[in-house]
């Protein structure tokens, strides 16, 4: 498959917003753009099976949520990382700006689902991601930038610039069925 250069595509933001310093220090065959209405046939699901269980809710469902996510203007940042040779994703990454009351109506940036394919790993793609989400945090007037991370990957942050501080806590929904407990 040809590369699809970003004018043809419908990117989730403007490309503008990647920061060109770290698209510049990436390999020639390998394109950081922000998420694309097409990317579900460019592998978006495949690559971020290296995280968690990924079901795959088929075409439409995924351009649904993609333009949910895009109508949320400046809110969510998906990016991906294109190997040019094959137009297929390699790297995914997103930020999203959650506003708030305090600091002076801050807003603060948290990353999310950063993944590269097992293939690619080693090749500082990852950090490149993580630089790209947090340059566009801050330019998005993010007064911090927050992620969490399993243990085995604090070393990987701690190379991108953070610091280990405080502690995640997590309470999973049970699953329920949709007719006797409808969603808001």
Same mark, same amino acid.
């Given at each position: 498959?040809?590369f699809?250069p ?8 403007p490309a503008?917003?990647i920061? *060109?310093d /770290?698209?510049?220090q $990436? ?11 097409t %990317?579900?046939w +460019?592998g978006? *699901?495949? /690559?971020l099976?290296? $995280?968690?269980?990924v ?6 469902a995924w351009? %649904?949520?993609? +333009?949910?996510?895009?109508?949320a ?8 990382m294109?190997?040019?040779n094959?137009?297929?994703?390699i ?5 999203f700006?959650?506003r708030k009351?305090?600091r002076g109506l ?7 689902d ?8 080693g ?8 630089q790209?989400?947090?340059?566009i945090?801050e330019n998005?007037?993010c007064y ?7 243990d085995k990957?604090i ?6 610039g ?10 999973y929904?049970?699953?329920h069925?949709?007719a006797s407990?409808p969603r808001l």
């Amino acid at each position: 498959m040809a590369f699809t250069p970003d004018n043809e595509l419908e990117l989730q933001f403007p490309a503008e917003y990647i920061p *060109l310093d /770290v698209k510049q220090q $990436l390999h020639p065959d390998v394109h950081l753009r922000p998420l694309a209405s097409t %990317d579900y046939w +460019r592998g978006h *699901l495949d /690559v971020l099976k290296v $995280l968690t269980v990924v079901t795959d809710p088929g075409e439409e469902a995924w351009l %649904d949520q993609f +333009r949910a996510i895009k109508a949320a203007a400046n809110t969510y940042y998906s990016i991906v990382m294109v190997d040019k040779n094959t137009d297929r994703i390699i790297g995914v990454g997103t930020v999203f700006v959650e506003r708030k009351f305090l600091r002076g109506l801050g807003n603060v940036g948290h990353i999310e689902d950063i993944a590269v394919d097992e293939r690619q790993q080693g090749k500082k793609l990852g950090l490149r991601v993580i630089q790209a989400l947090t340059s566009i945090s801050e330019n998005s007037g993010c007064y911090k930038t927050i992620l969490n991370c399993s243990d085995k990957n604090i070393p990987f942050y701690q190379k991108c610039g953070y610091q280990k501080k405080e502690n995640e806590m997590a309470k999973y929904a049970p699953e329920h069925d949709n007719a006797s407990h409808p969603r808001l």
